[in-house]
């Protein structure tokens, strides 16, 4: 599906309009919420925050998907809308965790195959029973790297219960894309907390040699890093689904305060032991051994599955 303008003739989504009825510098401030209500980005926000059923961050680490996690959150809250999340880095503790999963360790900090491919397995069933058992109002969050399969089920076609959910247009796959100088800005940012963090996740944030390995390997070779090329590698990926690339080349006023601090109610979405062993047995029983399984993480890129 097209990105920015896959949206629906009606939408904001795309063009980032203030919503309907407030006045050009009119500031209604809700608490916690960092973002410039007067900025293109506040308006594509809150446009989310009334619209969107699900709506799911894709990028790599370092181009600000949890501070957009964050302040969707705020403002859907301010809403009153009930909020889930769905968080690679969270949802996967579980299954790394579980008697089963302890047969696939990480290596060097990288998350196992099998891990991967297991809890992209269990995400598609949880988001359907979460749109089934949940009312109208609430809204679930997403935020994944896509990258090394890393919740890639989520982007290919299936034919199963969360596909009418996640094919349709209340269903919105956000690419944050900052320019040169904004991602430089967020590794150093990154380092830092490392270093002094004001949030526990801060501790389990990959390192910046990560984050740049991670981009060649989106990029295909060691070219720095180039907006255009990241933008359209990331709509490939979600060629199937309505997917927004958000261009960010501002800073936001966060000193003092982590992207993980959400100050409103948020339930995670996880899987109990007993559902992670199984989708870590079917797996399991569905590839032939590690290299059958390495064959199918190496497929990440391919769209269609």
Known sequence: MDSSDGAPAES???????????????????????????SSLSGVLATLAREARLVVFAGLPGTGKSLLVRELAHL??????A???????????VFEACEAGRRHPQVAGVTHGVIRLAVGRWARAAVAGWHAGHAAD???????????HRLLDLARPQADAAEPLLAS???RFVIPVPSRALREHLERERARRMQAPLHPREREDAPPAVVRALWHELAGDERPYDPAVYRQSYERLL????????????RLPVAGASVY???VPTTDLLADPDEAARHIAAVEAGHGGADDVRRAIDGWRDAAG
């Open 239 to 250: 060629e199937h689904r309505h997917a927004l690339a958000l261009c960010l080349d501002v």
């Open 261 to 263: 601090d959400v100050r």
């Open 83 to 93: 909020i889930h999340l769905l968080q690679w880095d969270v949802a996967r503790a």
């Open 169 to 171: 247009a209340a269903a």
């Open 138 to 148: 609430g809204l679930l969050i997403g935020e994944t790297p896509f990258i090394g």
């Open 12 to 38: 904001n989504f795309a063009r980032g309009r203030r919503p309907a009825g407030r006045r050009p510098g009119a500031r209604t401030r809700i608490a916690g919420v960092r973002v410039d209500d007067a």
């Open 76 to 81: 859907a809250h301010a809403r009153g809308r």
